[in-house]
T-cell receptor, first 115, second 115 residues
Framework: NAGVTQTPKFRVLKTGQSMTLLCAQD?????MYWYRQDPGMGLRLIHY???????AKGEVPDGYNVSRLKKQNFLLGLESAAPSQTSVYFC??????????????FGPGTRLLVL | AQSVTQPDIHITVSEGASLELRCNYS??????LFWYVQSPGQGLQLLLK??????LVQGIKGFEAEFKRSQSSFNLRKPSVHWSDAAEYFC?????????????FGTGTRLTIIP
């Protein structure tokens, strides 16, 4: 099992450009998440999905869109990149059963630089 | 809403010495608590988690944590650190109500090990 994979690993964008980050998991997890990590701020949740075809806003959703067309994939889109979106982006997935909060498994991250 | 405080931004410990990383949480009900570790350039890996039951939980790599409800704390400990433990450590709290399976992370504690 590859676990959680993220594509690309690193990207440089110019302000105003768009891009899509891809997250894929092969663990048949229902839940998927997108976080951003900035120095001194820990991880902050951007958007998440509780199942195929569903998405929800997290703590910092502005400037991002997501889609979950297939259970194994969770896409994060930046329509018009801004320097404030320079960050490291992590995808995670978990299998939540009933009322239990299961472990989140993280991908290796995507480092994004917006000039 | 839940929150997590990790009061120590950076801790330096000698190899072989004991370690305690502090974590305080805020949540109205019984929380789900996690410790994750992030090695440089890597994603996050779960060290241990607390859902219920025994308040002293054992994790991987010789780590343990104790849940103290009266102090709203979930401190991470290791009796003897190894150079490979140098990393960033994140405490996280999850809500226990179904439909709110998000994790809230602390800002992290960076651990440096000196010979």
């Amino acid at each position: 099992n590859a676990g959680v994979t993220q594509t690309p690993k690193f990207r440089v964008l110019k302000t105003g450009q768009s891009m899509t980050l891809l997250c894929a998991q092969d663990m048949n997890h229902e839940y998927m998440y997108w976080y951003r990590q900035d120095p001194g701020m820990g991880l902050r949740l951007i958007h998440y999905s509780v199942g195929e075809g569903t998405t929800a806003k997290g703590e910092v959703p502005d400037g991002y869109n997501v889609s979950r067309l297939k259970k194994q994939n969770f896409l994060l889109g930046l329509e018009s990149a801004a320097p404030s979106q320079t960050s490291v982006y992590f995808c995670a997935s978990s299998y939540t059963q009933g009322r239990l909060q299961e472990t989140q498994y993280f991908g290796p991250g995507t480092r994004l630089l917006v000039l | 809403a839940q929150s997590v405080t990790q009061p120590d931004i950076h801790i330096t410990v000698s190899e072989g010495a004991s370690l305690e990383l502090r974590c305080n949480y805020s949540y109205g009900a019984t929380p789900y608590l996690f410790w994750y570790v992030q090695s440089p350039g890597q994603g996050l890996q779960l060290l241990l988690k607390y859902f219920s039951g025994d308040t002293l939980v054992q994790g991987i790599k010789g780590f343990e944590a104790e849940f103290k409800r009266s102090q709203s704390s979930f401190n991470l400990r290791k009796p003897s650190v190894h150079w490979s433990d140098a990393a960033e450590y994140f405490c996280a709290v999850g809500a226990s109500n179904f439909g709110n399976e998000k994790l809230t992370f602390g800002t992290g504690t960076r651990l440096t090990i000196i010979p």
